[in-house]
């Protein structure tokens, strides 16, 4: 495997052709309060949603993108609040889609429904934690009791067989408890722990925004606990490029600290999460990021069957209820569109990291309107990693595109 294969991973088909993951709103029904959430979910289910036959329909369609078809992840709002999602899950197996469900942590999530998910075919699911207290985490998603819900339903789902993914909204309220989050996941167990950076959209409008410093602290320190837990992160595209300069940095035995000129919030949370028992490795090599982008082996489809690039990315470009889903994602102007790299605009279009980072286009949109517009949450200069030589040869030798000069 080549240098840069073990730095990030490429998607095994085209992403022009099929995306390696298709989420779903399958309601935006949710008892939950939570700061940041991006469906402004209300109470109740609204009645232009796919019922069961256009779901199903759904399915079907990503089905016809070829085997081995996307990953469905089916969220909300809370699915559960959908009574036929024991029945959707298992029309995925049926068709050949592999289906995991991404819950809120609400009295919804009892082990006799993970068992009925587990037994209709369910491959994974995905869980929301945001603090790790009780106190942090409730008052992020408004309702009281949400943590222990959390939980008791991580533990129950491990017990069951299913994999678990636990997604962190990473803001101003858990910056400095990231440390005790992880040492959560290390500690229940987690396929992936994903910290996803805030897009403001919803009621995400109204939290204050990181600076890019913070986010270049926080993206390194995601890097360090990949020796830990097995890490990701969504909506922060640049972890591809903080991936890729540390280990030529640590090739050509640097002080990362030093020539990525990180600042006091790296040394907190690196100091807090030895103090926690987290520095000492734990798995031989980390997670390699894989190039995913909106509209770029990734595609959201809203309750109401409108296609998007990304949930945080509102622009539609069709509706599945009358256009095949393979249709939108392969021809439409917004998905071509986004993945095409010479449209990138500011910092981003001139960036040597452009091929397999690109910026957030959903934060991007948020922010400026423009969903080619700089990535607002990166402060990288274009040019100014010093070791050029040795980025063009790992580059070249993952993707020969990625090197082209800007």
């Not at 819950?103 to 929301?128: D, I, K, N, Y």
């Not at 803001?171 to 987690?190: E, F, M, S, T």
Request: with cysteine; net charge neutral.
């Amino acid at each position: 495997m080549s240098a840069a294969g073990q730095a990030l991973r490429r998607q095994r088909h085209d992403a022009g052709e099929r995306p390696f993951i298709v989420i779903w709103e399958s309601t935006r029904a949710c008892p939950l309060a939570c700061r940041h959430c991006r469906a402004e979910a209300v109470p109740d289910r609204d009645p232009r949603e796919l019922d069961t036959a256009a779901a199903k329909d759904l399915l079907e369609q990503v089905a016809a993108f070829g085997r081995p078809a996307p990953l469905f992840v089916i969220t909300g709002g809370d699915p559960f609040q959908r009574p036929d999602l024991t029945e959707l899950v298992a029309h995925g197996a049926t068709v050949g889609v592999r289906v995991a469900v991404s819950p809120s942590g609400t009295p919804t999530l009892t082990e006799e429904r993970l068992r009925a998910l587990h037994a209709a075919g369910a491959v994974g699911l995905s869980l929301s934690l945001d603090g790790s207290t009780a106190e942090v985490h409730d008052a992020f998603r408004g309702v009281h009791g949400v943590y222990r819900w959390t939980l008791d339903a991580w533990d129950a789902a491990r017990a069951l067989g299913l994999k678990v993914q636990i997604n962190t909204t990473v803001a101003r309220h858990n910056l400095h408890d990231l440390p005790g989050i992880v040492r959560l996941v290390a500690d229940h167990g987690a396929m992936l722990w994903s910290a996803f950076f805030l897009v403001p959209t919803g009621r995400g409008r109204t939290l204050g925004a990181l600076t890019a410093d913070e986010v270049e602290d926080v993206l390194n320190f995601v890097h360090d606990m990949g020796l830990t837990v097995p890490a990701k992160t969504t909506e922060a595209h640049h972890f591809r490029r903080v991936a890729l300069q540390r280990r030529i940095l640590a090739s050509l035995g640097e002080d990362h600290v030093e020539a990525l000129r990180l600042g006091p919030l790296y040394r907190e949370l690196s100091e807090r999460a030895a103090a926690l028992g987290l520095a000492a490795a734990t798995r031989r090599t980390r997670r390699p990021p894989l190039d995913v982008n909106a509209g770029r082996g990734f595609v959201f489809v809203s309750h109401t069957g409108t296609v998007h690039p990304s949930g945080f990315l509102p622009l539609g470009a069709g509706n599945v209820r009358e256009t095949p889903l393979p249709d939108i994602y392969r021809t439409s102007d917004l998905f071509t569109g986004l993945r095409d790299a010479g449209r990138l605009g500011g910092r981003c279009g001139a960036c040597e990291f452009r091929q397999v980072c690109g910026g957030s286009r959903s934060r991007a949109y948020g922010v400026t309107g423009d969903p080619y517009a700089e990535e607002p949450w990166c402060g990288y200069v274009p040019g100014s990693f010093p070791h050029q030589r040795e980025l063009a040869a790992l580059l070249s030798n993952g993707d020969p595109r990625a090197a082209t000069a800007p």
